[in-house]
């Protein structure tokens, strides 16, 4: 009954790649986000959905392309892959009260 | 341009004394305060808030002071557990804003 979930833990793969980490939470919220923790550990926001709609884009390159198919759902598919894109993703969800409910992170390793 | 900052990257506490993570901010819009605990391999987990309008929230062991004047807050446990070792995020949102700014962490440790 896990609130969040996030699908696959760990990601290994080429540079050039394209890959696509799907998220879905159960709690009924209406917002979910993408977060990316990099190699320094700062946990920056990179989209962010409320119902389906796009509301926040933290310029991010075009090469990530979130997609909300209903608001229990927000995947990440990634095109061309690069080295610097290693990074643990997160997604989370929250409702009004601004806390956020996080997944348990993708590792993401492009070699 | 790091909008909150925690400065200290690790603490080590003895088990039973006061843990404090001090944290800073830059934005003066910030009206919402919270700490987030993270263990390896895990998500951030929500663990207390403030709003601008307080200035201390207390829940359990766990006390969030919040100094608007000198834009700083701090999380305060006590006393401190085996199970606290951990990385302690604090992050701060605007109203409307629907987005989360973090700190860099601080790792802590409880020593038994």
């Known amino acids: 009954d896990t609130a969040v979930s996030q699908t696959p833990k760990y990601l290994v793969t080429q540079m050039g790649n394209d890959k696509s980490i799907k998220c879905e939470q159960n709690?009924?919220?209406?917002?979910m986000y993408w977060y990316k923790q990099d190699s320094k550990k700062f946990l920056k926001i990179m989209f962010s959905?409320?119902?389906?709609?796009?509301?926040i884009n933290e310029t991010v390159p075009n090469r990530f392309s979130p997609k909300s198919p209903d608001k229990a759902h927000l995947n990440l598919h990634i095109n061309s892959l690069e080295l610097g894109d290693s990074a643990v993703y997160f997604c989370?969800?929250?409702?009004?009260?601004?806390?956020?409910?996080f997944g348990s992170g993708t590792q993401l390793s492009v070699l | 341009d790091q909008q909150v900052k925690q400065n200290s990257p690790s603490l080590s506490v003895q088990e039973g004394r006061i843990s404090i993570l001090n944290c800073d901010y830059t934005?003066?819009?910030?009206?919402?305060f919270l700490w987030y605990k993270k263990y390896p391999a895990e998500g951030p987990t929500f663990l207390i808030s403030?709003?601008?309008?307080?200035d201390k929230n207390e829940d359990g062991r766990f006390t969030v002071f919040l100094n608007k004047s000198a834009k700083h807050l701090s999380l305060h446990i006590v006393p401190s557990q085996p199970g606290d070792s951990a990385v302690y995020f604090c992050?701060?949102?605007?109203?409307?804003?629907?987005?989360?700014?973090f700190g860099q962490g601080t790792r802590l440790t409880i020593n038994p």
């Open positions: 934005n003066s819009m910030f009206d919402y």
């Open positions: 709690l009924g919220h209406d917002t």
């Open positions: 959905y409320n119902n389906k709609e796009l509301i």
């Open positions: 989370a969800s929250s409702q009004g009260d601004r806390a956020l409910f």
């Open positions: 403030i709003s601008s309008i307080k």
């Open positions: 992050a701060a949102s605007t109203v409307g804003a629907q987005k989360l700014v």
